[in-house]
């Protein structure tokens, strides 16, 4: 860029990197104010008609299909958007539940029914391989069974080290440099965080940012819009707390969605040695219904997880997937 200010934001397809650009962009006193917000249906920051100052630049890591793009220049000024472990469960509900637009390709799930969801070609595209090998369906021939999509999610969040998203977040953390500086995506998701992290950021590449009550009422609007509903980010988590504790508390589960159901499955199997979930079509009714069935779940049935790397810290020779790449 030509301009004496710059500032480039690198980051994964569904991190938020367009509204990123949008925050800077508008709250730099560097730049022109902008007019209106970018926030789309989808919950993305999208919208064509905004202006932009071409002061700030962002760069997807990859394409919708999912090859790496070779063109980011790390050794400019640039904020670096990683997925980190929190953040996964959110960023997967919005890769799964929400629609496609012009510039996002979703792997959307769409529920038809009590036991079958309908998926898009760009699910399809990523997974139907998996889904023959592993569970005999064809998607291009028929709908996904509600009891193999939330199982898929489980193996998705039990093994963290074969998770596509993460793995490519580790391939942009060893380009780093000293011209670099990263926010986390669960930073995105918290307002208080997010402006803390803005001020560092700001302070480090001389951006000026006014953080004042117009940007924070800015990113509580970001939240508001997302596809998903925002006090429900850590619905899943609250669910979980609760069965840790194992009080007499009782939570009912029957608001969830499919993703939600899948983490919840996959934290169960971690922490739980020797029990698998069910394969069904209903999930848990409430907490006291998973309590019940981890206390009383049948010895017999007690056996090494074959869904799990590890075991006690040690290699796990049932582990299913230990040969896929």
């Given at each position: 860029?030509?301009?004496?200010f ?34 789309l249906?989808?919950?993305t ?56 637009d ?6 959307q ?23 023959k ?20 999610l ?8 074969k ?14 440099n000293?011209?670099?500086?990263t ?32 940007a ?7 939240l ?33 969605d499919?993703?939600?159901?899948g ?8 922490n ?25 779940y049948?010895n ?7 869904n799990?790397?590890?075991?006690n ?13």
């Amino acid at each position: 860029m030509t301009n004496e200010f710059y500032c480039n934001i690198g980051y994964l397809g569904g991190t938020h990197g367009a509204f990123l650009k949008y925050f800077i962009d508008k709250y730099s006193k560097h730049t022109p104010d902008i007019k209106g917000n970018p926030f789309l249906k989808n919950g993305t920051s999208h919208d064509l008609s905004v202006k932009y100052s071409n002061k700030i630049e962002r760069y997807a890591f990859e394409d919708t299909l999912g090859n790496w793009i070779d063109d980011f220049n790390f050794n400019q000024n640039s904020v670096i958007i990683l997925l980190d472990n929190k953040s996964l469960l959110t960023f997967c509900r919005l890769q799964f539940l929400r629609d496609s637009d012009h510039e996002l390709a979703s792997t959307q799930v769409i529920k038809i029914n009590e036991s079958d969801f309908s998926v898009n070609q760009t699910f399809k595209y990523f997974f139907k391989n998996d889904f023959k090998s592993i569970y005999n369906i064809n998607l291009d021939d028929e709908n996904c069974p509600k009891i193999l999509l939330r199982d898929y999610l489980k193996i998705m969040f039990l093994d963290e080290h074969k998770n596509y998203w993460l793995l490519t977040t580790k391939k942009v953390i060893k380009n780093l440099n000293e011209k670099t500086t990263t926010i986390n995506l669960s930073e995105i998701y918290n307002t208080e965080k997010f402006l803390n992290k803005m001020k560092q950021i700001s302070d480090k590449l001389n951006l000026d940012l006014d953080l004042g009550e117009k940007a924070k009422a800015t990113h509580q609007e970001f939240l508001s819009v997302l596809f998903i509903d925002s006090k429900t980010l850590d619905r899943a988590n609250k669910i979980i707390e609760n069965i840790k504790e194992n009080n007499d508390i009782n939570i009912d589960c029957g608001n969830l969605d499919i993703v939600e159901e899948g983490y919840i499955f996959a934290w169960i199997e971690k922490n739980y040695a020797f029990i698998q979930c069910p394969l069904r079509d209903n999930f848990f009714k409430n907490t006291s219904e998973i309590k019940r069935y981890l206390k009383h779940y049948p010895n017999h049935y007690k056996a090494m997880n074959p869904n799990l790397p590890k075991f006690n810290g040690i290699d796990n020779p049932y582990y299913l997937h230990k040969n896929e790449k």
